[in-house]
């Protein structure tokens, strides 16, 4: 890397390019020296690359805005170049809709006028024009309110600026950026509060919630801006390296931005029904999420020295790095150590990252990246982050009752990969208390998964070893991965025995699979009928592919021509997943993989997985343990990413069958215009106007190719799209089957506990969902009083305090919510047809509000 290159982008760390000097002066006076030798020599590229380096690198932005201000002296045009490609980038943002790009040049436009580069009323232009349409969205009569996501964003955008560049916005233009605050002010007035409800990863709302009046995120940014403002705008976490500059770069041109355009929005829905108007709101969410959602899982006297301001700019600078700089973990370890902060942040780090791996309805990465980041800080910080890890997930443990299922599940999934990382060292004597609380408690059934988890991730015998130090836990360990082999014990029946014993022989001498189903037919199914036959043919083959999983793939791709003769309807194949699951009764994981490889082959349909994870023999399990929900999950998940691939390749295939009759049409207009056009041409040795019979014969080559590239790529968009309504179909009745399923299993259970999940002096119709009753569960206690189950799910003097059936209400109504919130895109199209056939008037409120925040239908509570 040469070395302007390597003083840019290493500028404000402690590095061998500036010979270890942090102070930033000095490094932007020698940055600067040589990115303005350089310049005449390699203009584009170092102009390029800057503007690259202040967009994937946005908490060093105060830096890069400075360094252009010095280059504002000496060369203005260079300068207003990088104003052009900003303006160019920052309107392409705010077309598609990319809400990180969009809010970072924001902020480097901030950091910009700061340093004397940009004026500062182009500044407030831009924000005065983010703020009109913002207004006019959320405007009942002139704008779509619900689009309301898409507005609380530009006003985020406009107010994350402030720390960067409120303090000389106030000196500079006082009266404009008054105006700009009026206006937000105005606009906080009108517009809906947005309440966390569906998306909040605690069930209950904790103390500290309450306290800070149930704000929602921009209404709580706007109290800290506003903190920020009374004190004059004075921060400490944003470093301001223009300071020691203003006396020479106050001499620079400053630069005028131009205007720009916000995207128009969708018109409101023609029919305005909670529906429709759901629809809209819920794909404007999607495009404009929330970044992050506090857990608040510290007291408060971890960050009580911290400004209301410096919290929120320190959670930007750590979203910020762990967004750009996902691609290289060891970067981004290392960049969130190394913020420009004069105070420590271990805490506040740690909480933004949980915030991550919690963040519902999906966190903007896969989990594993989490891990590796939470890794490598353990490793760069060993004397401070690995304790202030374990203070998190003893926090999280301690408040597990209340967590959202799906967040249950990503905790899970985790804390048994992290410890992995560390020789599954954890002080398991502290949770040994767990094996005192019943089966149910929530507590409880996590260390078991937890422990499930880990035997996957390693063997059975080191988690045992690694749990010495409370050994009575081993109880909770899952059985040995055994299979459940039901004809290798001398005892069994023979007949089957013996078939079984000749189908594992047809198998190893590799007879074909027409000769064994030719068999099946003709001496198993017709004798010993369909149980049997079933019986026999799955037990065997599962146990030749019992070795590993190759082995098990190996033996379905070669042999699952026989299930799914033996199994052509649904009936059947809930018997086949049954046998599946007695056969690795022992070995979740394996159960999981089997059943889910399965369904690729099309030898299960996923209407028959739910069908079977509904069977009374495994309802029972739905509150102490995930075995069936994982199964479930994958059946989902499988079919929702089936849907979305056909969506796309459809999409990618109408834009390649406009290409084709583009160039279709090209192609004939070039022939055309060929024949127009004669030629002078010898024919019989005398020269005469006529058509190039070589130049025709390629051109009519040329355009029957195209046409049938045309009518190629047509035929093929036609076939993907019967696909994809196909699969529109499965998927319809796949959820119209699984809400029907939980309507039938709750409906008894929920009528029986009503009393219990919430509070009885407020009618079922009438509840106040907004504080989330399903899991302040009240019980009826000896001398007829009631109390609130315990807030973190703990130990009580007589132990967990939620009885059973309560629990498994919770429990199940929890997973209800969580494949609603997860797969809602699938089922907001069907929300009428689910509002017709499944939550009538006789479902029970507490089903259909597990479903509507799912959804966040919110509004009809």
Known sequence: MSSWRSLVLRIGEKCAEYGGNTDYRDQLETCFGVVRRELPHSQDDILSFLLQCAEQLPHKIPLYGTLVGLLNLEDEESVKRILEDTHGNLQAALDSGSCNRIRILMRFLTALMCSKVLQPNSLVVLFETLLSSAATTVDEDKGNPSCQACADFYIICILSCLPWGGAELVEQVPEEIDRVMVGIQAYMSIRRHVS?????????????????????????????????????????????????????????????????????????????????YGKQKHEAELKYPQRIRRLDIFPASKFEDLQPIDRFVVEEYLLDVLYFLNGCRKECASSMVGLPV????????????????????????????????????????????????????????????????????????????????????????????????????????????????????????????????????????????????????????????GLSSELSGMVKERVTTREIISWIDNHVLTTHGLDVTLRVVVQTLLNIGSKSFTHLITVLERYGQIISRICPDQDRQVMLISEVSSFWKNNAQMTAVAIDRMMGYRLVSNVAIVRWVFLPSNVDQFHVSDRLWEILRNALTKTFNRITDLRKEVSSLKKSVVLAAEAASKAQAELEDTKSKLTLTLVDGEPVL???????????????????????????????????????DEIEGLFVCLYKSFSEVLAEPLQETDGSLHPSSVEADEMAIENEDTTAMELDKEGGKSEKSDSNGGRTVNGYNVGEKEQWCLSTLGYVKAFTRQFASEIWPLAEKLDTEVFTQDVHPLLRKAVYYGLRRLDEF
């Open 196 to 276: 966390d409800a569906g998306c909040s990863a605690f069930e209950h709302i904790d103390d500290r919630n309450q306290d800070d009046g149930g704000k929602d995120f921009l209404e709580d940014l706007w109290s800290r801006i506003q903190d920020l403002s009374s004190k004059a705008w004075k921060l400490d976490s944003v470093p301001r390296p223009h300071l020691p500059f203003e006396p020479q770069l106050v001499a620079g041109k400053s630069h005028d931005f131009g205007s720009l355009n916000c995207p128009e929005l969708p018109d409101p829905p023609a029919s305005a029904t909670s529906i429709t």
């Open 690 to 728: 006529a058509e190039n019979p070589v130049k025709m014969k390629r051109l009519n080559a040329h355009v029957e190719r195209k046409k049938q590239e045309e009518l190629s790529t047509q035929e093929s968009l036609e076939a993907k799209e019967a696909l994809l309504a196909r699969a529109v």
């Open 342 to 497: 004069p105070f420590r942040y271990e805490y506040l780090m740690a909480e933004t990252i949980f915030s991550q791996i919690l963040l519902l309805p999906q966190p903007p990465f896969r989990p594993i990246y989490y891990t590796l980041v939470i890794m490598d800080l353990c490793k760069a910080l060993p004397g401070a982050f690995p304790a202030v890890v374990a203070g998190a997930v003893r926090s999280l443990f301690d408040k597990i009752a209340e967590l959202d299922m799906e967040c249950r599940t990503r905790l899970i999934l985790w804390f048994s990969h992290h410890l992995s990382n560390f020789q599954f060292i954890w002080p398991w004597e502290e949770w040994a208390y767990v094996l005192d609380l019943p089966k149910w408690a929530p507590q409880r059934v996590f260390v078991q998964e937890v422990l499930e988890r880990e035997v996957r991730l390693s063997y059975w015998d080191k988690i045992k070893q690694s749990i010495e130090s409370a050994p009575a836990l081993e109880e909770l360990l899952p059985p040995k991965s055994t299979t459940n082999f039901i004809y290798s014990a001398e005892d069994g029946d023979q007949t089957e025995r």
